[in-house]
Protein backbone atom coordinates (compact mmCIF):
# COMPACT_ATOMS: atom_id res chain seq x y z
CA UNK A 1 0.00 0.00 0.00
CA UNK A 2 2.88 2.68 0.95
CA UNK A 3 4.82 1.82 -2.41
CA UNK A 4 1.47 1.83 -4.26
CA UNK A 5 0.04 4.98 -2.83
CA UNK A 6 3.62 7.02 -3.30
CA UNK A 7 4.31 6.08 -6.55
CA UNK A 8 3.78 9.89 -7.91
CA UNK A 9 6.70 10.84 -5.70
CA UNK A 10 9.16 8.46 -7.01
CA UNK A 11 9.59 4.10 -7.16
CA UNK A 12 12.90 4.48 -6.29
CA UNK A 13 15.86 6.38 -4.24
CA UNK A 14 14.19 8.26 -0.69
CA UNK A 15 10.64 7.19 -1.07
CA UNK A 16 11.93 3.67 -1.31
CA UNK A 17 14.32 4.49 1.42
CA UNK A 18 11.36 5.51 3.82
CA UNK A 19 9.20 3.22 2.98
CA UNK A 20 12.10 0.39 4.17
CA UNK A 21 12.46 2.23 6.97
CA UNK A 22 8.71 2.35 7.88
CA UNK A 23 8.50 -1.40 7.08
CA UNK A 24 11.41 -2.61 9.47
CA UNK A 25 10.04 -0.63 11.79
CA UNK A 26 6.16 -2.22 11.98
CA UNK A 27 8.22 -5.46 12.09
CA UNK A 28 9.90 -4.00 15.40
CA UNK A 29 6.76 -3.01 16.50
CA UNK A 30 5.15 -6.45 15.91
CA UNK A 31 8.25 -8.26 17.37
CA UNK A 32 7.77 -6.49 20.48
CA UNK A 33 4.12 -6.84 21.01
CA UNK A 34 4.51 -10.76 20.52
CA UNK A 35 7.24 -10.69 22.59
CA UNK A 36 9.36 -12.50 19.47
CA UNK A 37 12.82 -11.87 18.21
CA UNK A 38 12.06 -10.43 14.57
CA UNK A 39 14.09 -13.41 13.10
CA UNK A 40 11.25 -16.61 14.38
CA UNK A 41 8.45 -13.90 13.00
CA UNK A 42 10.17 -14.45 9.83
CA UNK A 43 10.59 -18.48 10.43
CA UNK A 44 13.77 -18.55 12.23
CA UNK A 45 17.47 -19.19 12.09
CA UNK A 46 18.50 -21.16 9.22
CA UNK A 47 22.39 -20.95 10.47
CA UNK A 48 23.57 -20.23 14.23
CA UNK A 49 26.87 -18.51 12.74
CA UNK A 50 27.30 -16.13 9.64
CA UNK A 51 30.34 -15.36 8.03
CA UNK A 52 31.73 -11.61 7.76
CA UNK A 53 33.52 -9.64 4.97
CA UNK A 54 35.34 -6.01 6.22
CA UNK A 55 34.36 -4.11 3.92
CA UNK A 56 37.09 -0.90 3.42
CA UNK A 57 36.76 2.68 2.49
CA UNK A 58 38.27 4.10 -0.81
CA UNK A 59 42.02 5.17 0.13
CA UNK A 60 44.26 7.69 -1.95
CA UNK A 61 47.15 5.47 -1.81
CA UNK A 62 47.17 1.49 -2.97
CA UNK A 63 49.99 0.73 0.10
CA UNK A 64 47.46 2.27 3.04
CA UNK A 65 44.38 -0.40 1.02
CA UNK A 66 46.32 -2.88 1.40
CA UNK A 67 48.01 -2.47 4.65
CA UNK A 68 44.21 -2.50 6.18
CA UNK A 69 43.37 -5.39 4.30
CA UNK A 70 45.89 -7.22 5.66
CA UNK A 71 44.74 -6.31 9.21
CA UNK A 72 41.40 -6.99 8.68
CA UNK A 73 41.97 -10.54 7.44
CA UNK A 74 44.73 -11.11 10.23
CA UNK A 75 41.37 -10.48 12.41
CA UNK A 76 39.60 -13.52 11.01
CA UNK A 77 37.60 -11.90 8.20
CA UNK A 78 37.17 -14.52 5.43
CA UNK A 79 36.92 -11.62 2.73
CA UNK A 80 38.19 -8.28 2.20
CA UNK A 81 36.11 -6.16 -0.02
CA UNK A 82 38.09 -2.62 -1.79
CA UNK A 83 36.46 0.48 -2.77
CA UNK A 84 39.63 1.45 -5.19
CA UNK A 85 39.50 1.88 -8.98
CA UNK A 86 43.07 1.00 -9.54
CA UNK A 87 44.74 -2.08 -10.57
CA UNK A 88 47.96 -1.35 -8.30
CA UNK A 89 45.75 -1.62 -5.27
CA UNK A 90 44.11 -4.70 -6.19
CA UNK A 91 47.29 -5.88 -6.56
CA UNK A 92 49.17 -5.16 -3.29
CA UNK A 93 46.00 -6.04 -1.81
CA UNK A 94 46.18 -9.72 -2.76
CA UNK A 95 49.89 -9.70 -2.13
CA UNK A 96 49.03 -8.52 1.90
CA UNK A 97 45.97 -10.80 1.94
CA UNK A 98 47.55 -13.58 0.43
CA UNK A 99 45.66 -16.45 -1.29
CA UNK A 100 43.78 -17.65 1.26
CA UNK A 101 41.58 -14.63 1.80
CA UNK A 102 38.70 -13.57 -0.49
CA UNK A 103 39.20 -10.24 -2.47
CA UNK A 104 36.35 -8.14 -3.80
CA UNK A 105 36.32 -5.00 -5.40
CA UNK A 106 33.14 -2.66 -5.80
CA UNK A 107 33.78 0.34 -7.90
CA UNK A 108 30.31 1.83 -6.60
CA UNK A 109 29.19 2.46 -10.71
CA UNK A 110 32.25 4.65 -12.42
CA UNK A 111 32.79 2.79 -15.87
CA UNK A 112 31.59 2.74 -18.93
CA UNK A 113 30.37 -0.95 -20.07
CA UNK A 114 33.68 -1.80 -21.94
CA UNK A 115 35.41 0.07 -19.51
CA UNK A 116 34.47 -2.79 -16.73
CA UNK A 117 34.98 -5.21 -18.95
CA UNK A 118 38.89 -4.18 -19.49
CA UNK A 119 39.14 -3.59 -15.99
CA UNK A 120 37.60 -6.83 -15.08
CA UNK A 121 40.43 -8.43 -16.91
CA UNK A 122 42.80 -7.14 -15.68
CA UNK A 123 41.54 -8.00 -12.17
CA UNK A 124 41.25 -11.40 -13.41
CA UNK A 125 44.86 -12.19 -12.22
CA UNK A 126 44.59 -11.26 -8.72
CA UNK A 127 41.76 -13.68 -7.83
CA UNK A 128 38.96 -11.41 -7.41
CA UNK A 129 35.90 -13.06 -5.96
CA UNK A 130 33.72 -10.07 -7.87
CA UNK A 131 33.41 -7.36 -9.06
CA UNK A 132 30.67 -5.28 -7.60
CA UNK A 133 28.46 -2.01 -9.16
CA UNK A 134 31.04 -1.46 -12.16
CA UNK A 135 28.74 0.47 -14.26
CA UNK A 136 27.37 3.77 -14.68
CA UNK A 137 24.66 4.24 -14.62
CA UNK A 138 23.88 1.65 -12.28
CA UNK A 139 20.27 0.72 -13.83
CA UNK A 140 22.20 0.29 -17.37
CA UNK A 141 20.98 -3.35 -17.54
CA UNK A 142 22.00 -4.12 -21.37
CA UNK A 143 25.57 -2.63 -20.21
CA UNK A 144 25.65 -4.52 -16.97
CA UNK A 145 24.67 -7.70 -18.95
CA UNK A 146 27.61 -6.96 -21.56
CA UNK A 147 29.85 -7.07 -18.80
CA UNK A 148 28.77 -10.08 -17.36
CA UNK A 149 29.16 -11.79 -20.73
CA UNK A 150 32.83 -10.62 -21.72
CA UNK A 151 33.76 -10.34 -17.83
CA UNK A 152 36.64 -13.59 -16.40
CA UNK A 153 35.20 -12.45 -12.96
CA UNK A 154 31.42 -12.68 -11.71
CA UNK A 155 29.54 -9.85 -11.46
CA UNK A 156 27.60 -8.34 -8.50
CA UNK A 157 24.82 -5.42 -8.21
CA UNK A 158 21.67 -4.66 -6.59
CA UNK A 159 22.96 -2.51 -3.56
CA UNK A 160 21.22 0.32 -5.20
CA UNK A 161 18.24 -1.52 -6.70
CA UNK A 162 14.64 -0.96 -5.64
CA UNK A 163 11.84 -3.52 -4.82
CA UNK A 164 11.48 -7.13 -6.21
CA UNK A 165 10.34 -5.38 -9.41
CA UNK A 166 13.52 -4.03 -10.17
CA UNK A 167 15.74 -7.37 -9.63
CA UNK A 168 13.55 -8.56 -11.83
CA UNK A 169 14.61 -7.07 -14.39
CA UNK A 170 18.11 -7.38 -13.12
CA UNK A 171 17.49 -11.16 -13.40
CA UNK A 172 15.69 -11.55 -16.87
CA UNK A 173 17.81 -9.48 -18.39
CA UNK A 174 20.49 -11.91 -16.83
CA UNK A 175 22.92 -8.99 -16.09
CA UNK A 176 24.18 -9.83 -12.87
CA UNK A 177 25.64 -13.43 -11.22
CA UNK A 178 25.34 -12.43 -7.69
CA UNK A 179 22.41 -10.00 -6.11
CA UNK A 180 22.45 -7.38 -3.69
CA UNK A 181 19.83 -6.15 -2.23
CA UNK A 182 20.11 -3.55 0.70
CA UNK A 183 17.16 -4.28 2.95
CA UNK A 184 17.38 -0.46 4.01
CA UNK A 185 16.76 0.75 0.38
CA UNK A 186 14.74 -2.18 -1.59
CA UNK A 187 11.65 -1.93 0.44
CA UNK A 188 12.15 -3.63 3.81
CA UNK A 189 11.96 -7.22 4.92
CA UNK A 190 8.97 -8.85 2.60
CA UNK A 191 10.70 -7.10 -0.08
CA UNK A 192 13.94 -8.62 0.49
CA UNK A 193 12.22 -12.19 0.84
CA UNK A 194 10.48 -12.25 -2.56
CA UNK A 195 13.58 -10.73 -3.99
CA UNK A 196 15.52 -13.90 -2.13
CA UNK A 197 12.31 -16.15 -4.12
CA UNK A 198 12.96 -14.91 -7.43
CA UNK A 199 17.01 -15.66 -6.76
CA UNK A 200 16.16 -19.20 -6.04
CA UNK A 201 13.88 -19.52 -9.05
CA UNK A 202 16.32 -18.47 -11.31
CA UNK A 203 19.18 -20.23 -10.24
CA UNK A 204 21.46 -16.43 -8.95
Known amino acids: RMYLGTFRYG ?4 VLNAISGVEMALWDILGKSC ?17 AY ?8 AGDAAAD ?33 DLSVDVNGCWTAREAVAMARQMDEHGVRWLEEPVQPMDDYDGLRFVRENSPIPIATGENEYTHHGFKTLVEKQAADILQPDVIKAGGLLCCRKILGIAEAWNV
Open 35 to 51: GLPVYKLLGGACWSRVR
Open 11 to 14: RKGM
Open 54 to 61: ASLPPYER
Open 69 to 101: AAEMAAEGYHMVKLHQRDIESVRETRRAIGPSV
